[in-house]
T-cell receptor
Framework: QQQVKQSPQSLIVQKGGISIINCAYE??????FPWYQQFPGKGPALLIA?????SEKKEGRFTISFNKSAKQFSLHIMDSQPGDSATYFC????????????FGKGTTLSVSS | GAVVSQHPSRVICKSGTSVKIECRSL??????MFWYRQFPKQSLMLMAT?????????EQGVEKDKFLINHASLTLSTLTVTSAHPEDSSFYIC?????????????FGPGTRLLVL
């Protein structure tokens, strides 16, 4: 059973547009929700993360929206740029120290110039 | 952010040989590290949790005798792929968590591309 469901699988956005990627989870023990960005041949890099005690977190052009009752969270990339073209993974984890992240299947974003 | 390194970044080996991949946390100590495997255009699949000073914990379906993990120090974990075969060809990525305030953040290494001929 897939614990973190991510959509869409791929996304094409015009330069300057808003990219939106959605994730849903089932395990109510999850309380940490990061987003990672991965370029081809590289390891994932932490982009932004949120805990369920807030509904939104913004860092520069990146915003996480979190809906605890719906068990959903999303990444919004404002003013998308060609350099944002990458694969984005949502993830979730329960709070115990040393617990591994559970990843969504990823979204390949292409920003056309 | 914290830095995690991996070595080598790329390795090509013959079928039947063993390959060792190192994962180091460069500016923090990690009692736990994680090893992931990623096939092309797929997500990261957790293989095992490496624990300093004790045995690794393997995920279901991962052969512990094939993927040997050693976490000998607080900054180094190694993954040895024993008797490698072409189906073991993949991108192997390690990660290590470190705590910043109340949150434990996982930092990933750059990955190791393994090609078994």
């Amino acid at each position: 059973q897939q614990q973190v469901k991510q959509s869409p699988q791929s996304l094409i956005v015009q330069k300057g547009g808003i990219s939106i990627i959605n994730c849903a989870y089932e395990n109510t023990a999850f309380d940490y929700f990061p987003w990672y960005q991965q370029f081809p041949g590289k390891g994932p890099a932490l982009l932004i993360a949120i805990r369920p005690d807030v509904s939104e977190k913004k860092e520069g052009r990146f915003t996480i929206s979190f809906n605890k009752s719906a068990k959903q969270f999303s990444l919004h990339i404002m003013d998308s740029q060609p350099g944002d073209s990458a694969t984005y993974f949502c993830a979730a984890r329960a709070s115990q120290a040393g617990t591994a992240l559970i990843f969504g299947k990823g979204t390949t974003l292409s920003v056309s110039s | 952010g914290a830095v995690v390194s991996q070595h080598p970044s790329r390795v090509i080996c013959k079928s039947g040989t063993s390959v060792k991949i190192e994962c180091r946390s460069l500016d923090f100590q990690a009692t736990t590290m994680f090893w992931y495997r990623q096939f092309p255009k797929q997500s990261l699949m957790l293989m095992a949790t490496s624990n300093e000073g004790s045995k690794a914990t393997y995920e279901q379906g991962v052969e512990k005798d094939k993927f040997l993990i050693n976490h000998a120090s607080l900054t180094l974990s190694t993954l040895t792929v024993t008797s490698a075969h072409p189906e073991d060809s993949s991108f192997y990525i390690c990660s290590a968590p470190t705590r910043t305030g109340p949150t434990e953040t996982q930092y990933f290494g750059p990955g190791t591309r393994l090609l078994v001929l």
